[in-house]
Nanobody
Framework: QVRLVESGGGLVQAGGSLRLSCVASGLTFSGHPMAWFRQIPGKERAFVAYITSSGSDTYYADSVKGRATISRDNDKNTVYLQMNSLKPTDTAIYYC??????????????????WGQGTQVTVSS
């Protein structure tokens, strides 16, 4: 079955950087767009970034635009999220997601059929 495993989270000071990774298995990774979402306890999961299956196009939430870069290595079945200039408001659990729906908005959680277990990012002030 499909499995997504995130890593790279941790505690970082404001202004610092982190690179999150998500390794996929059990599928043809290169055939699926991927995304990162984040969630704070008590709030809905929020879109962060999206990348098409080839990696040719990317989209970002306004809250991270200019500070985040999503990329992928289809040979390694891995998607990355590089986050720079981190702020305390970036503190959340970050999830990678694999798109399974053929239609629907790229920022909607409903178009993603597989999710990782999440990795905690904590940014201290």
């Amino acid at each position: 079955q499909v499995r997504l495993v995130e890593s790279g989270g941790g505690l970082v000071q404001a202004g610092g950087s982190l690179r999150l990774s998500c390794v996929a298995s059990g599928l043809t990774f290169s055939g699926h767009p991927m995304a990162w979402f984040r969630q704070i306890p008590g709030k809905e999961r929020a879109f962060v970034a999206y990348i098409t299956s080839s990696g040719s196009d990317t989209y970002y939430a306004d809250s991270v635009k200019g500070r985040a870069t999503i990329s992928r290595d289809n040979d390694k079945n891995t998607v990355y999220l590089q986050m720079n200039s981190l702020k305390p408001t970036d503190t959340a659990i970050y999830y990678c997601a694999l798109r399974t729906a053929l239609s629907g908005a790229y920022y909607s959680p409903t178009v993603f059929g597989s999710w990782g277990q999440g990795t905690q990012v904590t940014v201290s002030s």
